[in-house]
């Protein structure tokens, strides 16, 4: 008998936005969806077109290029809301609303102020609503794990009557543990009437590190949708990891006897693409896509590997893409070669694109001894984000010491090849850098997060700079990589300024990071 088939909904780009610090451009989301979409996952949750124009204007972006997945954007039980999703989502060929309003005591009393009778009235009316305008309708109980039982079997009862034809399971808080959420999902398989006509959906927040486990549960229990995100980004601790659930899937497949959509050996690039674009780094301790997780450094180990892999690895890095030698391109690597690694790396450059990226590749290698994918990241980050302007960075001087203050010079050009120099003092040198970037452009940002990795292994890496500054009550956020660390630095704050004068261009139209102004709250 054929296994059945367990539906990957993927909330990158809207659970895993709410993450403090993930917000994303439209740009940035775009080119997650495209990596998605080559995933292979069946259903893109775009975002909460109603939060702002920004979440609006990406969803559609996203749905109107069709490329195969449902695209599903996220309302509240309200008229407003539930048009807001259609208008963004109607572009794609398949496209879903997911509806959604919190039931559980606490919710009803302190943040909703409705009774039990007023919140299935709304949670009917607004899926009969959003049927009226799309035939695909996802609707989720929020805090549904701290629901009465018997209460949420009448919930999803209500909402299967009205049209629902995915039901979700939130464990909004992170609270369940497995076994009580198996008995949850085989409560509602046993006491609501029409669940097995409808597919059963889990979606799990990892504040108690049971993320992945509780959906584990859920669909041994019978759910056959997996809501999760790329690395497990998220609110607070984040949610149910994508690659961590389809691997565990997968590799326990005689024990689940379930399948997912999912090209495993995409998992690898869309979590670095992902971990890039977010500036939320992937713990090298982190299950599947960390660093460490196919590396075997105990003796005991490698002697094993080598007499057998089967000995210590229960997977194999090619099924989630990681290449048998990390190691990718040299400096005669042809146009071609590098295009086609560009692309595995689940990057979608037009041929422009490319021509800048191959230019600053063939520069570093003839600097750098061996070339990596994290550098051929690190570049596409560093051109994608210079090539918008207005300001590039002409050139960078520093002296600083033990015995003495930072000096900072540096030389900026716009757009018109006009050009702005200027000098600051400090007591480092990245201090000086931000200073003399304030100073050229006149914009004056307070700095809350700084880090600094290296790109890939080796003494001549590439370090990459991610800043987090706050810029009038607003977050920006910006990447810089050089294999001169404080120039990395530079180029990070020097996105962040460039946007800020964009959006200046724009009457401030653009949201900073995508859809940070007026959020509503959820
Ligand atoms: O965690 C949650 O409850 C949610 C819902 C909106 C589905 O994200
Ligand atoms: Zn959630």
Same mark, same amino acid.
């Given at each position: 008998?054929?296994?059945?088939?367990?539906?990957?909904?993927?909330?990158?780009?809207?659970?895993?936005?709410?993450?403090?610090?993930?917000?994303?451009?439209?740009?940035?989301?775009?080119?997650?969806?495209?990596?998605?979409?080559?995933?292979?996952?069946?259903?893109?949750?775009?975002?909460?077109?109603?939060?702002?124009?920004?979440?609006?204007?990406?969803?559609?972006?996203?749905?109107?290029?069709?490329?195969?997945?449902?695209?599903?954007?996220?309302?509240?039980?309200?008229?407003?809301?539930?048009?807001?999703?259609?208008?963004?989502?109607?572009? $794609?060929?398949?496209?879903?609303?997911?509806?959604?309003?919190?039931?559980?005591?606490?919710?009803?009393?302190?943040?909703?102020?409705?009774?039990?009778?007023?919140?299935?009235?709304?949670? %009917?009316?607004?899926?009969?609503?959003? !049927?009226?305008?799309?035939?695909?309708?996802?609707?989720?109980?929020?805090?549904?794990?701290?629901?009465?039982?018997?209460?949420?079997?009448?919930? %999803?009862?209500?909402?299967?009557?009205?049209?629902?034809?995915?039901?979700?399971?939130?464990?909004? %808080?992170?609270?369940?543990?497995? $076994?009580?959420?198996?008995?949850?999902? !085989?409560?509602?398989?046993?006491?609501?009437?029409?669940?097995?006509?409808?597919?059963?959906?889990?979606?799990?927040?990892?504040?108690?590190?049971?993320?992945?486990?509780?959906?584990?549960?859920?669909?041994?229990?019978?759910?056959?949708?997996?809501?999760?995100?790329?690395?497990?980004?998220?609110?607070?601790?984040?949610?149910?990891?994508?690659?961590?659930?389809?691997?565990?899937?997968?590799?326990?497949?005689?024990?689940?006897?379930?399948?997912?959509?999912?090209?495993?050996?995409?998992?690898?690039?869309?979590?670095?693409?992902?971990?890039?674009?977010?500036?939320?780094?992937?713990?090298?301790?982190?299950?599947?896509?960390?660093?460490?997780?196919?590396?075997?450094?105990?003796?005991?180990?490698?002697?094993?590997?080598?007499?057998?892999?089967?000995?210590?690895?229960?997977?194999?890095?090619?099924?989630?893409?990681?290449?048998?030698?990390?190691?990718?391109?040299?400096?005669?690597?042809?146009?071609?070669?590098?295009?086609?690694?560009?692309?595995?790396?689940?990057?979608?450059?037009?041929?422009?694109?490319?021509?800048?990226?191959?230019?600053?590749?063939?520069?570093?290698?003839?600097?750098?001894?061996?070339?990596?994918?994290?550098?051929?990241?690190?570049?596409?980050?560093?051109?994608?984000?210079?090539?918008?302007?207005?300001?590039?960075?002409?050139?960078?001087?520093?002296?600083?010491?033990?015995?003495?203050?930072?000096?900072?010079?540096?030389?900026?050009?716009?757009?018109?090849?006009?050009?702005?120099?200027?000098?600051?003092?400090?007591?480092?040198?990245?201090?000086?850098?931000?200073?003399?970037?304030?100073?050229?452009?006149?914009?004056?940002?307070?700095?809350?997060?700084?880090?600094?990795?290296?790109?890939?292994?080796?003494?001549?890496?590439?370090?990459?700079?991610?800043?987090?500054?706050?810029?009038?009550?607003?977050?920006?956020?910006?990447?810089?990589?050089?294999?001169?660390?404080?120039?990395?630095?530079?180029?990070?704050?020097?996105?962040?300024?460039?946007?800020?004068? !964009? !959006?200046?261009?724009?009457?401030?139209?653009?949201?900073?990071?995508?859809?940070?102004?007026?959020?509503?709250?959820?």
């Amino acid at each position: 008998m054929a296994n059945e088939q367990i539906k990957i909904f993927d909330t990158t780009l809207r659970d895993g936005e709410q993450a403090p610090g993930c917000s994303m451009t439209l740009r940035e989301k775009l080119r997650i969806a495209r990596a998605l979409s080559d995933l292979n996952v069946d259903i893109i949750e775009a975002g909460f077109p109603a939060a702002s124009p920004g979440d609006f204007d990406a969803v559609k972006a996203i749905a109107d290029e069709n490329r195969g997945p449902i695209i599903c954007g996220l309302a509240r039980c309200n008229p407003d809301d539930i048009e807001k999703v259609h208008a963004a989502v109607k572009g $794609a060929d398949n496209h879903r609303i997911h509806v959604f309003v919190a039931t559980s005591a606490i919710h009803r009393q302190y943040k909703l102020k409705m009774a039990k009778e007023e919140i299935i009235n709304s949670a %009917v009316g607004a899926i009969r609503m959003a !049927r009226e305008l799309c035939d695909d309708i996802e609707f989720s109980p929020e805090d549904a794990s701290r629901t009465e039982l018997g209460y949420l079997a009448e919930v %999803v009862t209500a909402a299967i009557e009205a049209g629902a034809g995915t039901v979700n399971i939130p464990d909004t %808080v992170g609270y369940t543990v497995p $076994a009580e959420f198996d008995r949850l999902f !085989r409560y509602l398989k046993e006491n609501v009437p029409g669940i097995d006509d409808i597919t059963l959906s889990v979606h799990c927040h990892d504040d108690l590190g049971m993320a992945v486990s509780n959906s584990l549960a859920a669909v041994h229990a019978g759910a056959r949708q997996i809501e999760c995100t790329i690395n497990g980004i998220g609110e607070r601790a984040g949610n149910c990891s994508l690659e961590e659930v389809v691997m565990a899937l997968k590799t326990r497949n005689e024990f689940f006897k379930l399948d997912t959509n999912v090209d495993t050996t995409r998992l690898y690039p869309t979590a670095r693409l992902v971990a890039g674009i977010t500036g939320m780094q992937i713990p090298r301790n982190k299950a599947i896509v960390g660093e460490n997780a196919f590396a075997h450094e105990a003796g005991i180990h490698q002697h094993g590997m080598m007499q057998h892999a089967s000995t210590y690895e229960i997977m194999k890095p090619e099924d989630i893409g990681i290449s048998k030698s990390n190691l990718v391109l040299g400096k005669h690597s042809g146009r071609h070669a590098f295009r086609d690694r560009v692309k595995d790396l689940g990057f979608d450059l037009d041929e422009f694109e490319v021509n800048r990226a191959f230019q600053e590749f063939k520069k570093l290698a003839d600097k750098k001894k061996d070339m990596y994918d994290g550098d051929i990241e690190a570049i596409i980050m560093n051109v994608d984000n210079s090539s918008a302007g207005p300001w590039t960075l002409k050139s960078l001087q520093i002296t600083s010491g033990t015995e003495m203050d930072a000096t900072a010079m540096l030389t900026l050009i716009d757009e018109n090849s006009a050009e702005r120099k200027l000098a600051a003092t400090a007591d480092g040198p990245v201090e000086a850098v931000f200073i003399a970037l304030e100073e050229a452009s006149g914009i004056n940002l307070t700095l809350q997060n700084f880090e600094l990795h290296s790109a890939t292994i080796g003494e001549d890496a590439q370090g990459e700079a991610t800043v987090t500054v706050d810029f009038n009550g607003q977050p920006y956020r910006g990447h810089g990589a050089s294999q001169d660390i404080v120039e990395a630095a530079a180029r990070a704050y020097l996105e962040v300024i460039n946007r800020i004068l !964009r !959006r200046r261009e724009r009457g401030l139209e653009e949201s900073p990071t995508g859809n940070d102004i007026n959020r509503a709250t959820i």
